[in-house]
């Protein structure tokens, strides 16, 4: 069985404590090492705090019905890993342990457990088209040649690139052809790569949306360009504060707001990127999904010279597979696949023929469609819980994979609320350029509707009308 024993501290009266110790479950062999993993454990979480006495090795032998010496030789183990300390007629003690070292342990303890997964831009792994990806491996196998299993293309295999070309034409307007189009290992690549080559070319500053996506902002930093906010409103961007001589923008679909660019931003957008000779970076994140209507064209079709168009698999099919996919201008193509090289020479090969196939056979936009009612479903039933707490406010066009609820209640409150009842989301206040000016600025949930099974999702809900009602 688990023994309990207790220890007296130097600051603090005795208190048991569960060394975790099934005697009985280990071998001759190994007590020594399960009564130091034991202690060990104790010591890194905390239970065993600094000072804290150790029974004596005839004590905790006694107690735990192991030999005297198993326990004296687990003790000499962590008094030479620096963890416990011995003097001469005194009892053993657990050391004074750095900082950092209390620090890692306490950053090394598992967080809570995920029971109900509402994060925002995630897919249904669940509705994942295994048979007809299985079915397209299956083909491209069958034909493949032996230079297929090679080295790859750094801009991409062709049969993607002109399978994308013809698909981003006929779904989302784009304008472009399989030489202006480079595959990549996802958005996150797709950006780092752009803002390397911005930062080769002279350019120190690049606009982002605020709020928007942190982590491509920081990718942003990384390479060098400083990174100027838009601010955000009912109409999307606000275009005309624009002062950088590029802009990363999610027109379709805002993130994380959910509004689209109004027609007459994209129209001054257009005219800015031709006037002042700008790039505007487009984040077609997950411009497949509008719940109500057809999906809006992306933005390129107005301005092909002047924008790269990025899109991905991560919101269609999954972000496992790590495929991404840019639409240059004709003068970033060179530019962009060179700076591909550098960063991993080419995108896995074999996946990039398999998605083409489920291109070219219509597979991919018919998961698509599928995806698109079960997605609208869903939102329907968060939007219905969200009616009954009138103290949350949706925002944006039925669209996408998540919905923006602002509130005036607190929003630290709520996530704590929230991680307690298992429930994995995300706040509006850190996608803010600077999250301690948000004083003054409503607090908000970002709540996805698509990472779960159906059957998870209503469980989801639940959990989430609990949450709200608190």
């Excluded at 090679?150 to 002109?162: I, S, T, V, Y």
């Amino acid at each position: 069985m688990t023994e309990d024993w207790s220890s007296t501290s130097a600051n603090h009266a005795p208190r048991a404590l569960d060394l975790h110790l099934d005697v009985g479950a280990l071998g001759p062999g190994r007590r020594q090492a399960g009564l130091e993993h034991a202690l060990r454990t104790a010591v890194r979480e905390g239970r065993l705090g600094p000072g804290s006495a150790l029974p004596s090795t005839r004590a905790l032998a006694r107690e735990l019905g192991l030999a005297r010496g198993t326990v004296t030789a687990a003790y000499d183990q962590l008094v030479a890993e620096g963890l416990l300390l011995t003097r001469p007629g005194a009892a053993t003690t657990v050391a004074e342990l750095p900082p950092t070292v209390s620090a890692f342990a306490a950053a090394a303890r598992p967080a809570p457990p995920v029971l109900h997964d509402l994060g925002p831009g995630t897919p249904d792994g669940s509705a994942f088209p295994t048979r007809a990806w299985l079915t397209a491996t299956r083909r491209v196998l069958a034909r493949a040649r032996p230079a297929d299993f090679g080295p790859g293309d750094p801009q991409g295999r062709p049969e993607l690139r002109a399978a994308l070309a013809a698909q981003l034409g006929r779904t989302r307007g784009v304008l472009t052809t399989p030489d202006q189009v480079v595959i990549t290992s996802g958005f996150y690549q797709s950006i780092g790569l752009l803002a390397e080559v911005l930062r080769a070319s002279g350019v120190t500053e690049l606009a982002a949306e605020d709020p928007g996506h942190r982590t491509y902002r920081e990718v942003v930093a990384r390479a060098g360009l400083r990174v100027l906010p838009v601010p955000v409103d009912g109409d999307g961007a606000r275009v005309e504060t624009l002062t950088a001589s590029a802009v990363l923008l999610t027109p379709s679909h805002q993130y994380p707001t959910g509004v689209p660019l109004h027609p007459d931003r994209r129209r001054a957008l257009a005219s800015w990127a031709r006037r002042t000779d700008g790039l505007v970076i487009e984040d077609d994140y997950d411009g497949e999904f509008r719940h109500d209507r057809r999906p809006v064209g992306a933005f390129q079709a107005l301005a092909p010279d002047r924008t790269a168009y990025c899109g991905s698999a991560s919101k269609t099919l999954g972000p496992a597979l790590r495929l991404g996919w840019l639409a240059l201008p004709p003068h970033l193509v060179r530019p962009v696949v060179e700076a591909k090289e550098r960063a991993d020479l080419y995108t896995e090969t074999l996946g990039q023929l398999v998605l083409a196939e489920l291109i070219d056979t219509h597979a991919y936009d018919r998961h698509v469609r599928a995806a698109r009612l079960r997605y609208r479903r869903r939102r329907l039933l968060l939007h219905r819980l969200l009616d009954r707490h009138p103290d949350f406010t949706p925002h944006g066009v039925p669209a996408g994979l998540h919905t923006l609820a602002t509130t005036d209640r607190e929003e630290a409150a709520l996530l704590a609320r929230c991680a307690e009842l298992g429930i994995a989301l995300s706040g509006l206040t850190e996608l803010h350029h600077d999250p301690a000016a948000a004083p003054g600025r409503p607090g908000g949930l970002l709540i996805g509707f698509a990472a779960t099974s159906d059957h998870g999702f209503e469980r989801a809900l639940h959990a989430l009308d609990e949450a709200l009602a608190s």
